[in-house]
């Protein structure tokens, strides 16, 4: 990608436009799903429509005579290793002797047409033996089944013990919570095209990943080619939210592209798509709170239960982020926590937006409401009560070095103005149930709801996802080279921001997002602002300090009287020496670096550690209307004030809350894969419910801006705080609206009025 | 069946080959290689592949190419009155943030550019109601919304 922006304005801070905008509201935005070559393939992919079977026999005799058909595939064609994943290679890369999950690729097949790979799918004969699935998570906690996997149906147990495993609170709260399984939704489907080098020797693949070189790691291992040789560029990516974090089609594409020696391109439909990655975890979460008569929280007693599917993906660190955020943003000095992450014959879960942490939050926030019910006191007045602070201990024994505005939060999302009550000129449109007239305005009740939440940014449990980025300046034009991937979250706005601050320059290029620089990590986490924003700051200064010394060289100045201001260098009085762009005429400076965060460690037997990077708040609260004869529910408004540190684009930043809103209203009262018995029921979204722009709350947004110490820019990530504790505050809503005691989302019109 | 047609799309004709049975989004993506019209649920629910036929909005991916015959088609490509310039719509949705991954954008715009012709005097309920068509993932709707306001905005002034 190309970028050339226009005016000294679009420096960190102000609300830069996207540099890709213009080509995508034109339509001349290239998505993966829009790359095509020259004498190019389509692949497909032949999938289980078992839960679990043995499989018997596969024939694809039939397969191979259809004209137009290249290639068909079956594990027995995988060169190097026969597995992927992201933290345990448990996956198949094609199902061997059996099917775990409905939707398990078994066959690749590669044909002249999309039609042509249909005819080809149909043909292929796989005998299965039916199998029974393991649907009840509980059964992998029990060991009462055999396994159904060789590394076992018990991914992963973690215990929190902290303090006194006696204490009894002069008030004690429980409950019982659960939360179906979300799906990430994104818009553009699953979509790559791979270009096989001549004699089969490497292969090039144009993909949308969230990660291009854990990707490419996973690819070589599979192809068993050396990671040089597999070079990966990132395609327009239509949305990710967490499924693209894991290998979808990468391995099937480049396996076709090298077998046939010719590029291949595959795409999932929405249909596929479902069954093509990974969802958010299911989860039941039972938890008890103790504390004082007066409310302050003691000690929290969790049980985490999430139920990963049928591959391991990243359930474990899930895991880890649920029972590590039991205690939600709130002092806590006593903790018994017993988590799973279990394997069943489920569709596989991994990573969504919120990570472990929509799970924890749902349940905690839950019992705030409860506890502050018990206590006879708000529901603000017991989040203020207990808010975490900086310098407080989490219940892993870490302390909170980051800023941790807990308090500001609440109070400043307490201050935003109430929505106006329904009138009889309110439209129709804007009350449950909308145009189809089913609401009788006089029965309909608001209600209001709290949810407050603290998530983790970055990585945990010791690993080193760093980032790279490369920054040249030449003729007084930047051009910076990274990986990151850009999802839509808008890196390729910030990124040349963050140029034009530090260098005092105004023509900021940004090179292919590919492999051919060091790994930027994943795009989740909320961590690219921090991570590559740090790297691409880092590469800018080194480069400011080469120019500054070039320029004192020049002048026969000391280097340290010499800054960048604007776009000069001025000396120490505030003289300008020299334009950036006229110090840089004629001349070429470039450098690379490479941004770490604070190393981290792992957790104890007792879940005792300093295992996350950083953390960052958020509250919010809903105002809803519900319509209790049908139990219909129109979220009104939602106030948010979020932990910032530091704004850096306003209305990039506004853009993240509210998307994260919608999608955390989303899980609250819309969304869920429906499984039963491991099938899956409403793959399409005509029957998956998603927001839409009439379901879309008004949001009101404010930030607090506590530059955190740690932090590159001293910002925050912001892309996932927005969707968790907006679940949570609808919810508490819908309850206050309605008194009846909501524990499951999403929530359904049945559970309010029947 | 095959049958040899003639596309009217942007004001350009595509004679082309397609089978009875070939969806619009399908030929004006693979045929008159048009990739801007997007198709992300292909039955008609997320509004992606949303197109004019004779000015009015319609989801190409409900619709045979054979039926477009003869029917002036105009796709996200021909939205903005001259090449390398941008509608009142696409600016609004670039000024307003309108967009983040971008996918469900060209439906939007060729939604709203029918909608706001037709209705220049929509109520913001009104907007959202003709907005609800189009599913966007990334952006909550409120950039949107406001693009589609700045958007009337203009259209209004230009229209005294």
Known sequence: ?754 | MSRNITLNINGAQHTVDVEDRMLLSDAIREKAGLTGTHVACEHGVCGACTILLDGEAVRSCLMFTVQAAGHEITTVEGIAPAPGELSVVQRAMQDNHGLQCGFCTPGIVTSLTAYLRDFPNASDDELKEALSGNLCRCTGYMGIINAARQAQKEIQGSAK
């Open chain 1, 1 to 754: 990608m190309s970028v050339k922006t226009r005016t000294r304005r679009d420096i960190l801070g102000t609300s830069a436009l996207r540099p890709d905008a213009v080509p995508k509201v034109q339509g001349k935005f290239a998505f993966s799903s829009d790359l095509w070559a020259e004498n190019m393939l389509w692949g497909a992919t032949l999938r289980s429509p078992h839960a679990y079977a043995r499989i018997v026999s596969i024939d694809t005799t039939a397969a191979w005579k259809i004209d137009g058909v290249e290639c068909v595939l079956t594990h027995e064609d995988v060169p190097g290793k026969p597995t992927y994943g992201l933290i345990a290679s448990d996956q198949p890369v094609l199902a061997r002797d059996f099917v775990r999950y409905m939707g398990e690729p078994v066959v690749l097949v590669a044909g002249d047409h999309p039609e042509t790979c249909r005819r080809a799918l149909a043909a292929i004969k796989v005998e299965y033996e039916v199998l029974e699935p393991l649907v009840d998570p509980e059964k992998s906690i029990d060991l009462s089944v055999p396994p159904i996997h060789p590394d076992g149906n018990l991914i992963r147990r973690q215990q929190i013990i902290r303090g006194d495993q006696s204490l009894i609170g002069e008030v004690v709260v429980e409950g019982n919570y659960e939360l179906g399984m979300q799906d990430q939704a994104f818009l553009g489907t699953e979509a790559a095209l791979a270009l096989p080098d001549p004699g089969g020797t490497g292969v090039e693949l144009y993909v949308a990943t969230q990660w291009l070189h854990e990707d490419r790691g996973q690819i070589a291992a599979c192809l068993n080619l050396p990671e040089d040789k597999v070079r990966l560029v990132l395609g327009g990516v239509g949305g990710a939210f967490g499924a693209r974090e894991d290998i979808s089609l990468q391995v099937h594409s480049c396996l076709l592209a090298l077998r046939t020696s010719r590029p291949v391109k595959m795409q999932y439909s929405r249909q596929e798509s479902f069954f093509g990655h990974v969802h958010r975890h299911p989860a039941r979460i039972w938890m008890r709170h103790h504390a004082t008569k007066d409310g302050r929280l003691l000690r929290v007693e969790a049980r985490v239960v999430m139920d990963g599917g049928a591959y391991a993906s990243t359930s474990s660190a899930v895991l880890i982020n649920a029972v590590t955020h039991v205690q939600g943003p709130y002092k806590c000095e006593h903790a018994t926590v017993d988590g799973y992450a279990v394997r069943t014959n489920n569709p596989p879960c991994g990573a969504m937006r919120g990570f472990g942490v929509v799970q924890a939050c749902f349940a905690h926030e839950g019992q705030m409401d409860k506890l502050a019910l018990a206590c006879g006191i708000s529901p603000v007045d017991i989040r203020l009560i207990n808010a975490m602070e900086t310098g407080d201990r989490l219940i892993t024994g870490q302390t909170i070095l980051n800023s941790a505005p807990v308090a500001q939060c609440i109070r400043e999302t307490a201050e935003i103005p109430m929505p106006p009550n329904m009138t009889n000129d309110t439209d129709v449109l804007a009350i449950p149930g909308g145009s189809g007239l089913t609401a009788t305005p006089s029965k309909i009740r608001r209600g209001i709801g709290w949810g407050v939440s603290i998530k983790n940014l970055m990585y945990s449990e010791g690993f080193d996802d760093f980032s790279t980025a490369r920054c040249t300046v030449e003729d007084g034009r930047v051009s910076l080279k990274f990986a990151t991937s850009e999802v839509g979250q808008g890196f390729v706005t910030l990124a040349p921001q963050i140029a034009r601050t530090v260098l005092g320059l105004d023509e900021v290029f940004i090179e292919t997002i590919d492999t051919g620089i060091g790994s930027a990590g994943s795009t989740s986490a909320s961590r690219q602002t921090w991570m590559s924003g740090g790297a691409v700051n880092g590469a800018c200064k080194l480069v400011a300090t080469n120019i500054i010394a070039e320029v004192a060289k020049m002048r026969g100045l000391d280097p340290s009287t010499l800054q960048i201001q604007g776009t000069d260098i001025v000396d120490l009085s505030g003289n300008a020496v020299e334009s950036v762009v006229a110090a840089t005429k004629g001349k070429r400076f470039s450098e690379t670096y490479e941004f770490h965060h604070q190393p981290t460690g792992e957790l104890d037997e007792n879940g005792q550690g300093d295992c996350h990077t950083a953390f960052a708040f958020v509250a919010h609260r809903a105002v809803v209307d519900v319509d209790p004869d049908l139990g219909l529910v129109k979220v009104v408004q939602i106030a948010t004030a979020q932990d910032v540190g530091r704004v850096l684009n306003p209305l990039s930043l506004l853009g993240q809350v509210e998307g994260g809103i919608a999608q955390g209203l989303g899980l609250a009262v819309m969304e869920e894969i429906i499984v039963e018995n491991g099938r899956v029921r409403n793959p399409s979204f005509t029957d998956y419910l998603l927001p839409t722009a009439l379901d879309a709350p008004d949001v009101i947004a404010r930030y607090v801006e506590v530059p955190d110490p740690y932090a590159p820019l001293g910002a925050k990530g912001v892309g996932e705080p927005p969707c968790i504790s907006v679940t949570p505050a609808i919810v508490a809503a819908i309850r206050d609206a309605t008194g009846v005691d909501l524990l499951r989302v999403p929530v359904r019109p049945q559970d309010i009025c029947l």
